[in-house]
């Protein structure tokens, strides 16, 4: 099998969330090409939903290795940090992709609520600004930023 069937093997068995399964299709790709930056960036994901944290971390590294400026990779990275509360790591990441393409309104959103995590709300309200002027009919972001307000005003009182 070449590098697109495995990619799409893994892509199918993390569908039906058989994320062992797919990283051994991921890790196939890699020997098939280990330059392609999508095996690891699917390797890195799928074992952050399996809880290993930093092994993700560190197919993510590789995968910047290989695109430093991929903001994909620098927001999934991010995403896995997010999740395990590594929130400065995360916000670090987060700048990184925004600043890669700043027209993405889900990589706006993520660094408001990474700030928000970081009681940042004043920037965080900024974020999420930007990303409902590119997203207006995201109701998350219409959501999240009442609470950020609200956690705004606590801190004016």
Not at 49 to 55: A, N, R, S, V
Request: hydrophobic share 40%.
């Amino acid at each position: 099998m070449g590098f697109d069937e495995l990619m799409e093997k893994g892509n199918q068995l993390r569908k039906e969330n058989k994320y062992e399964e797919a990283l051994d299709a991921y890790q196939a790709a890699l020997k098939a090409d280990k330059r392609r930056t999508e095996a690891w960036n699917m390797k890195a994901s799928t074992l952050g939903l399996l809880g290993q944290t930093d092994e993700a971390i560190e197919c993510f590294d590789r995968s910047l290795e290989i695109d430093f400026e991929n903001e994909q990779t620098w927001f999934l990275k991010g995403m896995t940090l997010f999740a395990v509360n590594r929130f400065n790591e995360a916000d670090s990441c987060f700048d990184k992709a925004v600043n890669a393409d700043p027209h993405n309104p889900v990589y706006w959103k993520y660094k408001g609520m990474v700030l928000s995590q970081l009681n940042h709300n004043a920037d965080a309200l900024k974020c999420l600004d930007n990303a409902l002027e590119l997203n207006p009919e995201d109701d998350a972001v219409l959501v999240f930023r009442h609470t950020v307000i609200e956690a705004l005003e606590k801190e004016e009182k």
